[in-house]
């Protein structure tokens, strides 16, 4: 139960005498009470539970806000080091790529130099000689008449 202690009113404050005035100037204006109420204080052991409420509070919003901090670095590392994997296997796409891309430079190169036709000829073995005809043999239809 809170300790119920008496203190003084607070100092009066300017009265208007004439209440008629101030209605007409401004009737949001009340006059002040002239009976003086009781202050009720909390004691300072209910002072020092609220305090321990409100330190309770800030430190459960602190903690909150940590895991939640937490949480968020982990979920950006890893989806750093999926990047990263990422990366990687492009680059090993890409340098495949470029390998292909030189050696079929070094090829066209040496297709179209002084000697290139011997090159073309010499890796196509399956050329038909000037003069010549080239004849396919099919097997013969099992539906057909001999």
């Known amino acids: 139960m809170l300790a119920v202690r008496q203190v003084s009113p607070p100092p009066a404050r300017v009265r208007v005498a004439d209440r008629a005035s101030l209605r007409g100037e401004g009737s ?6 002239s009976s003086p109420s009781a202050v009720v204080l909390p004691s300072s052991g209910a002072i020092a539970r609220e305090e321990m409420a409100f330190a309770g509070l800030g430190l459960a ?3 909150a806000g940590l895991l939640l901090a937490l949480v968020t670095l982990t979920k950006l590392a890893l989806a ?16 495949l790529q470029l390998d292909r891309l030189t050696r079929q430079k070094r090829e066209l190169d040496r297709l179209f130099s002084s000697d290139g036709h011997q090159v073309l000829f010499r ?15 099919l ?8």
């Open 139 to 146: 097997p013969p239809d099992s539906s057909s008449p001999p």
């Open 123 to 137: 890796r196509e073995e399956q050329w038909i000689a000037p003069n010549r005809r080239r004849i396919i043999w």
């Open 80 to 95: 750093h080091q999926q990047r990263l994997e990422r990366h990687g296997e492009i680059q090993a796409v890409l340098q």
């Open 28 to 33: 949001h204006l009340r006059p002040l009470d």
């Open 61 to 63: 919003l602190k903690i």
